[in-house]
């Protein structure tokens, strides 16, 4: 079961509540993030009874629903007892300047600690019992030792400041959170099913697979689906961020959450609602959220070390100058709770995964599916790029172009091409069919289908092998080529690919392949260039069609005529310079290239499941516009956890220093506290909204 808790200011409450549950017989498994507001747990108990240990602990919670944002109430509650025990610390102030009143003042102050500290209290009293000292544990002892040495305002005002600052992290950190919501509530919940009634609106969760719906302009696709009738162009930015709309006809896929521009369409249901891309994106998104960057585990182990020690410390800074005659005990219990407020690591412990929330999920926004804080990370330090050729940096959709036949007429090559192409999944192989699928010619039957990886294709007729492919191939067998080098050349310097098709004696003809640049490609490379990144492309493809490819797109390097694993040597090359190394690409035969590379980027995503859950890097387009775009924000994530961790710990130092010399007020120990909190998560938050 899936849980959004509300209510939890720092990681160590998270903690709490997992410490909490883990020590109760009936839960099996339990795992809470801070980050995500998410707890997810497996148990023998009833819905009821897991609320109300939520509840016990002081939280609030509500079951994930995927489609509707939670109940606001708790928070507008919350801001309630937040006011009236302000209201009660001002009243207390105000009557202690007047002697008739004065008397009073101490009960006022008492009201305010106990409306606006019940609820921490709570959760202190838990921590505590589980072992673990949370901010709460730590915030309440603080006000607890503040009455003790008689100083109730100072006790109100802790209390006071903890709860605003509470109220003003949770409502940031709630902002953050709901930047997926607002990914989940891109689908329309309704859809125009179509019966033999006529249209009927059906709830999305009611609608089948099979079923066709109607979409009219204007409105949001609310399923996936492919187009039966109708022509129209699609915007699906909210999902690929794509920047413009694409168009679709019959038998065109249209996915959940992009909108419908033009025409209307009638859509056959191929998902159901619990499995559309959108829904996909969504659950890797949270999914990524939850992993932990290495920075972040790192401060974690931190934070478990460094809490004992300073609670440690405090305790021994109370005790043994006393002791020692050196002082009242009053005043070293004091700068003792003091060191206990400053021992909140709070601000350092979120200053990584409020900033990896942000990045993942404006990514997310944006089209980009980054699978974790690490891959982030990762992509912020990237100083090259490898690109696969064919389908990533080119359309992928070749064409042929040309037929060269001397002796032989083009109908004969093309069938003979075509009956070896029909068994690769090569897009060279898929442009030769629909070449001949044009001109009506029939595949020969054929025998004995083989992959060259990398060369070609081949295959058996009438008990003679032909093949199809590159020079490579011919020249491995030792076929003559000398009258074809001007024909090679020349299409290559246009950026063609040839593909020589004969048997193991002589070329019978030669068929022209171009696939164009996309244009996305070109702006893409020349952003990269300005943010620093070599763009370098790698291909199977010949000398010749690679170098011209290369020039006309902008690349830094080309190496040409690789096969898959020289590919692997690439990618190696390139990290042998230091170099932190990307690549994309479409996992065809490039998958080890690709598990190679530092980061692994697929694009397409939307159309494929595959790429979307294998890759580190998922750009939902099938192009590359948002790629600079994810460059740009992973590296100012990496700025923003590096202000943020050199903020929290200068912080902390500067309180721990206004100790000694007696500068330090318990209140101003909890505000820097909750103040370097509130800010790191403000300044995460910008990430929000980076484009
Ligand atoms: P890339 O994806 O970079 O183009 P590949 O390894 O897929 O690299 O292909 C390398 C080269 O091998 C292609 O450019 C083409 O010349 C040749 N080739 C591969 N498969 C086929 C095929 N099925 N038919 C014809 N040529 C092929
Ligand atoms: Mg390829």
Same mark, same amino acid.
């Given at each position: 079961?899936?849980?959004?808790?509300?209510?939890?200011?720092?990681?160590?409450?998270?903690?709490?509540?997992?410490?909490?549950?883990?020590?109760?017989?009936?839960?099996?498994?339990?795992? &809470?993030?801070?980050?995500?507001?998410?707890?997810?747990?497996?148990?023998?108990?009833?819905?009821?009874?897991?609320?109300?240990?939520?509840?016990?602990?002081?939280?609030?919670?509500?079951?994930?629903?995927?489609?509707?944002?939670?109940?606001?109430?708790?928070?507008?509650?919350?801001?309630?007892?937040?006011?009236?025990?302000?209201?009660?610390?001002?009243?207390?102030?105000?009557?202690?300047?007047?002697?008739?009143?004065?008397?009073?003042?101490?009960?006022?102050?008492?009201?305010?600690?106990?409306?606006?500290?019940?609820?921490?209290?709570?959760?202190?009293?838990?921590?505590?019992?589980?072992?673990?000292?949370?901010?709460?544990?730590?915030?309440?002892?603080?006000?607890?030792?503040?009455?003790?040495?008689?100083?109730?305002?100072?006790?109100?005002?802790?209390?006071?400041?903890?709860?605003?600052?509470?109220?003003?992290?949770?409502?940031?950190?709630?902002?953050?959170?709901?930047?997926?919501?607002?990914?989940?509530?891109?689908?329309?919940?309704?859809?125009? &099913?179509?019966?033999?009634?006529?249209?009927?609106?059906?709830?999305?969760?009611?609608?089948? /697979?099979?079923?066709?719906?109607?979409?009219?302009?204007?409105?949001?696709?609310?399923?996936?689906?492919?187009?039966?009738?109708?022509?129209?162009?699609?915007?699906?930015?909210?999902?690929?961020?794509?920047?413009?709309?694409?168009?679709?006809?019959?038998?065109?896929?249209?996915?959940?959450?992009?909108?419908?521009?033009?025409?209307?369409?009638? /859509?056959?249901?191929?998902?159901? &609602?619990?499995?559309?891309?959108?829904?996909?994106?969504?659950?890797?998104?949270?999914?990524?959220?939850?992993?932990?960057?290495?920075?972040?585990?790192?401060?974690?182990?931190?934070?478990?070390?460094?809490?004992?020690?300073?609670?440690?410390?405090?305790?021994?800074?109370?005790?043994?100058?006393?002791?020692?005659?050196?002082?009242?005990?009053?005043?070293?219990?004091?700068?003792?709770?003091?060191?206990?407020?400053?021992?909140?690591?709070?601000?350092?412990?979120?200053?990584?995964?409020?900033?990896?929330?942000?990045?993942?999920?404006?990514?997310?926004?944006?089209?980009?599916?980054?699978?974790?804080?690490?891959?982030?990370?990762?992509?912020?330090?990237?100083?090259?790029?490898?690109?696969?050729?064919?389908? =990533?940096?080119?359309?992928?959709?070749?064409?042929?172009?040309?037929?060269?036949?001397?002796?032989?007429?083009?109908?004969?090559?093309?069938?003979?091409?075509?009956?070896?192409?029909?068994?690769?999944?090569?897009?060279?192989?898929?442009?030769?069919?629909?070449?001949?699928?044009?001109?009506?010619?029939?595949?020969?039957?054929?025998?004995?289908?083989? =992959?060259?990886?990398?060369?070609?294709?081949?295959?058996?007729?009438?008990?003679?092998?032909?093949?199809?492919?590159?020079?490579?191939?011919?020249?491995?067998?030792?076929?003559?080529?000398?009258?074809?080098?001007?024909?090679?050349?020349?299409?290559?310097?246009?950026?063609?690919?040839?593909?020589?098709?004969?048997?193991?004696?002589?070329?019978?003809?030669?068929?022209?392949?171009?696939?164009?640049?996309?244009?996305?490609?070109?702006?893409?490379?020349?952003?990269?260039?300005?943010?620093?990144?070599?763009?370098?492309?790698?291909?199977?493809?010949?000398?010749?069609?690679?170098?011209?490819?290369?020039?006309?797109?902008?690349?830094?390097?080309?190496?040409?005529?690789?096969?898959?694993?020289?590919?692997?040597?690439?990618?190696?090359?390139?990290?042998?310079?230091?170099?932190?190394?990307?690549?994309?690409?479409?996992?065809?035969?490039?998958?080890?290239?690709?598990?190679?590379?530092?980061?692994?980027?697929?694009?397409?995503?939307?159309? =494929?499941?595959?790429?979307?859950?294998?890759?580190?890097?998922?750009?939902?387009?099938?192009?590359?516009?948002?790629?600079?775009?994810?460059?740009?924000?992973?590296?100012?994530?990496?700025?923003?956890?590096?202000?943020?961790?050199?903020?929290?710990?200068?912080?902390?130092?500067?309180?721990?220093?206004?100790?000694?010399?007696?500068?330090?007020?318990?209140?101003?120990?909890?505000?820097?506290? =909750?103040?370097?909190?509130?800010?790191?998560?403000?300044?995460?938050?910008?990430?929000?909204?980076?484009?």
């Amino acid at each position: 079961m899936e849980f959004d808790i509300e209510g939890m200011d720092c990681s160590s409450c998270a903690k709490s509540i997992e410490k909490h549950f883990r020590a109760l017989p009936w839960v099996s498994h339990i795992e &809470v993030h801070f980050a995500s507001g998410k707890m997810r747990i497996a148990h023998g108990g009833t819905l009821e009874g897991v609320l109300k240990e939520i509840r016990l602990l002081g939280y609030q919670a509500a079951l994930s629903s995927r489609t509707k944002v939670g109940n606001k109430k708790s928070s507008v509650w919350k801001n309630n007892l937040m006011l009236l025990s302000g209201f009660f610390l001002l009243w207390g102030w105000i009557s202690s300047f007047f002697p008739s009143t004065a008397a009073y003042a101490t009960m006022l102050y008492a009201v305010s600690m106990v409306i606006g500290g019940w609820k921490p209290a709570r959760s202190a009293y838990y921590a505590v019992k589980n072992r673990s000292l949370d901010m709460n544990a730590l915030m309440v002892g603080a006000a607890i030792g503040a009455v003790v040495i008689g100083e109730w305002l100072e006790g109100a005002v802790v209390v006071w400041l903890f709860a605003l600052g509470n109220w003003l992290q949770n409502r940031t950190m709630e902002r953050t959170r709901n930047s997926i919501r607002e990914l989940m509530d891109l689908a329309p919940g309704e859809a125009w &099913v179509k019966t033999e009634q006529g249209l009927v609106r059906k709830p999305v969760e009611k609608v089948q /697979v099979g079923q066709v719906i109607v979409i009219k302009p204007g409105e949001k696709i609310p399923l996936d689906g492919r187009v039966t009738t109708g022509t129209t162009s699609v915007n699906q930015a909210p999902i690929t961020g794509e920047s413009i709309p694409v168009d679709k006809a019959v038998g065109d896929e249209v996915y959940a959450g992009s909108v419908n521009e033009e025409g209307s369409i009638e /859509v056959e249901v191929t998902r159901l &609602v619990q499995d559309t891309a959108l829904a996909k994106i969504i659950h890797l998104v949270e999914e990524a959220q939850e992993k932990q960057a290495p920075t972040q585990s790192f401060m974690d182990r931190f934070a478990r070390v460094y809490t004992p020690i300073v609670f440690g410390t405090s305790v021994l800074l109370t005790l043994i100058p006393p002791l020692l005659g050196a002082g009242e005990w009053k005043e070293w219990l004091y700068r003792g709770l003091e060191l206990l407020v400053i021992a909140c690591p709070c601000a350092l412990v979120i200053s990584t995964p409020v900033a990896i929330v942000s990045a993942i999920g404006n990514a997310a926004k944006n089209g980009v599916l980054i699978k974790g804080g690490t891959y982030l990370e990762m992509a912020g330090k990237l100083k090259a790029i490898a690109f696969d050729k064919t389908g =990533t940096l080119t359309e992928g959709k070749p064409r042929v172009a040309q037929i060269i036949v001397p002796d032989t007429d083009e109908e004969k090559v093309l069938s003979i091409a075509r009956t070896i192409e029909e068994h690769s999944r090569h897009p060279i192989a898929q442009a030769i069919i629909e070449e001949a699928d044009r001109r009506g010619i029939a595949s020969l039957g054929g025998a004995d289908h083989k =992959t060259l990886v990398g060369k070609g294709a081949q295959a058996a007729v009438d008990q003679r092998v032909y093949y199809a492919g590159n020079e490579k191939l011919f020249e491995e067998k030792n076929v003559p080529l000398d009258a074809w080098k001007k024909h090679l050349e020349t299409l290559q310097s246009m950026g063609h690919t040839p593909v020589l098709v004969g048997t193991d004696e002589e070329i019978l003809g030669l068929i022209a392949v171009s696939d164009v640049i996309r244009e996305t490609s070109k702006d893409t490379i020349r952003r990269l260039k300005q943010d620093g990144i070599q763009s370098v492309m790698l291909t199977g493809d010949q000398e010749g069609t690679a170098r011209k490819i290369a020039s006309d797109a902008g690349l830094d390097q080309y190496h040409a005529e690789l096969l898959p694993e020289e590919k692997v040597q690439a990618v190696k090359n390139l990290q042998q310079q230091g170099w932190k190394v990307g690549m994309v690409g479409d996992g065809m035969n490039d998958a080890p290239a690709l598990a190679t590379a530092d980061l692994g980027i697929a694009m397409g995503g939307v159309g =494929t499941d595959t790429a979307m859950e294998t890759a580190d890097v998922v750009l939902m387009a099938d192009n590359l516009e948002q790629l600079p775009f994810t460059i740009r924000l992973s590296r100012k994530a990496l700025t923003i956890i590096k202000q943020n961790i050199v903020f929290s710990v200068l912080v902390k130092l500067a309180a721990l220093a206004l100790i000694f010399p007696n500068w330090l007020t318990l209140w101003i120990a909890v505000m820097s506290d =909750t103040g370097a909190a509130l800010l790191v998560i403000l300044n995460s938050m910008r990430l929000l909204r980076m484009r």
